[in-house]
Nanobody, 123 residues
Framework: QVQLVESGGGLVQAGGSMNLSCAVS????????IGWFRQAPGEDRAIVAR????????YYTDSVKGRFTISRDRDKNTVSLQMNSLKPEDTALYYC????????????????WGQGTQVTVSS
């Protein structure tokens, strides 16, 4: 059974840091991209960062560049999102997802999704 399971969300003050982890299992993700998405109430789900499983090729949406870092550990089958200098506008439900196209950025390109983890940044 293919699974993506997020962990690490919670409540943090503005300016703080948080690390999200996505554990992947059930198949090989060679040739896949793993993306982190977020969705705030009343807004569309949007990509935050993406990494290719086989090589690095990171992508970041403009609003998180310089603050967030995506990384993957192929031995542990995890993809992490280190979030620094958090802002209240980063508050959202964060999802990890997998796509068979390594440059995918649109949610519709991702076929496997985790259940999501809530990140709340207080001002």
């Amino acid at each position: 059974q293919v699974q993506l399971v997020e962990s690490g969300g919670g409540l943090v003050q503005a300016g703080g840091s948080m690390n999200l982890s996505c554990a992947v299992s059930g198949r090989t993700f060679s040739g896949y991209a793993i993306g982190w998405f977020r969705q705030a109430p009343g807004e569309d789900r949007a990509i935050v960062a993406r990494i290719a499983w086989n090589d690095y090729s990171p992508y970041y949406t403009d609003s998180v560049k310089g603050r967030f870092t995506i990384s993957r550990d192929r031995d542990k089958n995890t993809v992490s999102l280190q979030m620094n200098s958090l802002k209240p506008e980063d508050t959202a439900l964060y999802y990890c997802a997998a796509a068979s196209y390594v440059f995918a950025t649109e949610p519709r390109s991702y076929s496997i999704w985790g259940q999501g983890t809530q990140v709340t940044v207080s001002s």
